[in-house]
């Protein structure tokens, strides 16, 4: 069973930027397609970026242009850089994979940006 834990949230005012990381304990890291998924309240999840093995990167309309996806699997970590933050950007982030093969959810990272 995939851990997963998400770190790097914080409270940042509009247009300021933060990175957030997920580790993915497990041997299946390099073989999966990651995402980082975002919950705001009220809300349902939604994926806002994915990372596939070898094709190309992919992005809700919402952050493209501003966030960028990366993926480190030496040490079985996906990154989530993000800038141009935006208060509606505020939610709790997750990352899994795409799809989530039934993989138990992280806590996720909170972030929060003020006007």
């Known amino acids: 069973q995939v851990q997963l834990v998400e770190s790097g949230g914080g409270l940042v005012q509009a247009g300021g930027s933060l990175r957030l990381s997920c580790v993915a304990s497990?041997?299946?890291?390099?073989?999966?397609?990651w995402g980082w998924y975002r919950q705001s309240p009220g809300k349902q999840r939604e994926l806002v970026a994915t990372?596939?093995?070898?094709?190309?990167?992919i992005y809700a309309d919402s952050v493209k242009g501003r966030f960028t996806i990366s993926r480190d699997n030496a040490k079985s970590t996906v990154y989530l850089q993000m800038s141009s933050l935006k208060p509606d950007d505020t939610a709790v982030y997750y990352c899994?994979?795409?799809?989530?093969?039934?993989?138990?959810w992280g806590r996720g990272t909170q972030v929060t940006v003020s006007s």
């Open positions: 990372i596939p093995i070898y094709n190309k990167k």
């Open positions: 899994n994979s795409v799809p989530t093969y039934g993989n138990t």
């Open positions: 497990g041997s299946i890291f390099s073989i999966v397609t």
